[in-house]
């Protein structure tokens, strides 16, 4: 356990620089295919948020003892440490079943989106007592704990948006490109109404939790989102720069400021990519050891990895991109397979019923770039047929070639 802990730490450290680049191609391809959209993001330009400043104010200056003390003003139970079980037991829902656990994985999420969509037309899809996200599964996570009824929003989302949608080509004063458009299109799909059917179900016992990186304390944050959800307004507002910060790759995307008080004043902090320190999040890690006295809150678990899980051969470009690129595209790779034993290892030693769904080896559709359509379309597709056959979630640790594909893209 801890040799595998070790081994994630690592490799978690450089995962989430690289989960919006399309995994199948080299950057030359996605530079291209985001210069061909120039003349759509410019009709997008118009309806980008006006006024908003190129230079960020500088932040008022905290400590760590201010940082341990801070509190989301008038939402005290909006989140607690994701390393810290006392803090975390707190989050416990009253109701019980089966929880629901969804990686990062950029455009990949398409396979998500597509396995919950045939899950619910087999039938057999049950309701989920907690629901947890990460990056891209913190964006499909709130789709797939409403249930069914949200399936043809999932299927939109990842058919009907390309990387226009999702970024600008613009160096900010922190990013090397301008993610405007997701916040956008983050307020367009994550509407009041949306926020008061997650706040209905959390009454009823039920919980959603997103996973963020609090890039000061360098630690992991569990949000409490159906507490959020549960103040109107004010709650929306946070509820949808959480979203956006569980996305935000670092360097690639901006981090999202965070207003919280502590001994009496103010101050901002800074969230980063939740996948910064979690590919996928069930609970805080020590749970899952032997040496753990607590008690495991479920006895089945559904893990939805948006990726394939196996090494594929590619010859990356020599240049600092494309070396760089596909560096972190194995340190992706690799830091989910270290999860996905770590979670099985707990789940054996506490006598869970572990389920375990990701992307096939096999899947070979070509890419032209990140958040291609035709691609996602596919993978999505791909994902409808094997929830509907119910094939998509295996209840034996996926064998993990070392040899990985030996097709080139």
Known sequence: MHKLRKCSGFATGLIAVFLLACPHVEWSQ?????????????????AAPKGAPERPEERT????????AALIAGIPDARVWGDSESGFVRLLPPASGPWLAISGGGSDGAYGAGVLTGWSEAGTR??????????????????????????????KNFTTIGAADIFEDRMTRD????????????????????????????ARGRRLLVVTTNLDAGRRVV???????????????????????????????????????????????LHG????????????????????????PFSQLYVLVNSKLGPEFKMPERNIPGVLGRSIGVALTAALRTEVMLTYVGAQRHGIALRIAHVDAAFDHPSRGPFDGKYMQALYDVGVAAGKKGAAFGDTLPEFSMRGSSSQQ
């Open 61 to 68: 200056t905290f400590t760590a003892q201010d940082e341990d």
């Open 175 to 202: 990013s090397l490109f301008d993610y405007w458009p997701l916040k956008r299109v983050v307020e367009q799909r994550v509407t009041a109404k949306l926020l008061s059917e997650i706040a209905a179900e959390h």
């Open 273 to 296: 990519d939740g996948t910064l320190t979690a590919p996928f999040f069930v609970v805080p890690e020590t749970m899952l050891s032997a040496y753990s006295s607590s008690r495991l």
């Open 223 to 269: 949000w409490n989102m159906g507490a959020i959800a549960a103040h109107g307004e004010r709650g929306l507002k946070l509820f949808r720069d959480i979203l956006l910060a569980s996305s935000s790759i670092p360097g690639f995307f901006s981090p999202v400021p965070i207003e919280v008080e502590a001994n009496g004043k103010k101050f901002h902090e």
């Open 126 to 155: 049950p309701e989920f007592a907690v629901v947890t996200g990460v990056s891209i599964g913190a964006l499909i996570a709130p789709f797939a704990f409403l249930g069914p009824r949200y399936d043809e929003d999932l299927h």
């Open 30 to 46: 996605a530079q291209a295919q985001t210069h061909a959209a120039a003349k759509k993001k410019a009709e997008r330009k118009a």
